[in-house]
């Protein structure tokens, strides 16, 4: 009578092999979770650039189409360059999305590149970007 083969443990013969399938699982489950937030982000992202150049486009015809007769053109002028200086900031803050990858780069390009080339051939919004500081607006305007 000798001892009995003792039957094969299946976690020490495939315990490593489920263990590799679960980890690869894992990882993919993670990656595909990424890549989800990632392009909610963007998506978010835009929204958040469409609606805030609506409000200050807004904001800027609704002062245009004011009647001046009654106004000072000098508080119209100021309140103008003001509101395109907060133009420049959007602007500018919508680009270094862009440059952190926040924001889908292609449509932005679509969207973004031909306004922003007319806005620094825009007479009236020249001297603010002169003397501003939207390094992230001429980084775009330069590479567009």
């Not at 980890?23 to 978010?44: D, P, Q």
């Not at 922003?116 to 939207?134: E, F, G, Q, V, W």
Request: aromatic fraction near 12%; charge should be negative.
């Amino acid at each position: 009578m000798g001892t009995e083969p003792t039957p094969p443990n299946w976690v020490e013969e495939y315990g490593l092999y489920v263990a590799i399938v679960l980890g690869i699982g894992g990882l993919i489950s993670w990656i595909v979770n990424i890549v989800k937030v990632n392009k909610k982000e963007k998506e978010e992202n835009k929204k958040y650039i469409l609606d805030e150049h609506s409000k200050i486009r807004s904001k800027i015809v609704d002062l245009c189409s004011k009647d001046v007769d009654g106004l000072d053109n000098h508080i119209l002028l100021l309140q103008l360059e003001t509101l395109f200086e907060e133009e420049l900031d959007i602007l500018n803050n919508f680009c270094e999305l862009y440059f952190k990858r926040k924001v889908n780069r292609k449509w932005f390009v679509n969207e973004y590149k031909i306004y922003i080339r007319d806005t620094y051939a825009n007479p009236h919004y020249k001297k603010l970007i002169n003397s501003s500081t939207h390094y992230q607006l001429d980084k775009f305007y330069g590479e567009n």
